[in-house]
């Protein structure tokens, strides 16, 4: 029996209020950025109204150089959505401004990721119209 294969697309991440401004940011730079608080300095992600640290509402978004290092990951063997093909590994990064960003590594195999690991961002054009943040291994 032939069975039609259906191709099923990645779904999109959600945005809010909230994250906008970040994927708005991500998609028309090609550059990670990250919300700081302007008054007393602390950075923030994901993005939010007020300053975790501090309360203030003064916030702002500053380029981000994108490196830091594998805090923890996991590797997926059996899909939780049709469009993603397994097996994929999802990292929690610690970046050096001491945020954390969830993500996927693209150059290397899921076997070959280590807490640890030294990586830097690369945008991606996942959609026509939203680019996502995803790390390789940090080259210098």
Same mark, same amino acid.
């Given at each position: ?12 991440? /959600? /945005? ?29 992600? &994901? ?11 003064? /916030?702002?978004?500053? &380029? ?22 397994? &097996? ?21 195999? &899921? ?5 640890? /690991? ?23």
């Amino acid at each position: 029996m032939v069975q039609n294969k259906v191709e099923v697309q990645t779904p999109k991440p /959600m /945005m809010s209020q909230d994250t906008v401004k970040f994927w708005e940011l991500l998609q028309e730079k090609k550059q990670l950025h990250l919300q700081r608080c302007s008054d007393c300095k602390t950075y923030s992600h &994901p993005p939010r109204v007020t300053c975790h640290k501090c309360r203030s509402f003064n /916030m702002e978004w500053v &380029p981000s150089e994108g490196k830091g290092e594998v805090h923890s990951y996991v590797v997926y063997h059996r899909s939780v959505h049709p469009g993603f093909e397994v &097996p994929y590994e999802v990292i929690l990064v610690e970046l050096e401004e001491g945020v954390r960003i969830v993500s996927n590594m693209v150059d290397c195999k &899921p076997d070959e990721v280590y807490i640890g /690991m030294p990586v830097e961002h690369v945008v991606e054009q996942t959609f026509e119209d939203i680019s996502l943040v995803k790390f390789k291994r940090q080259t210098t």
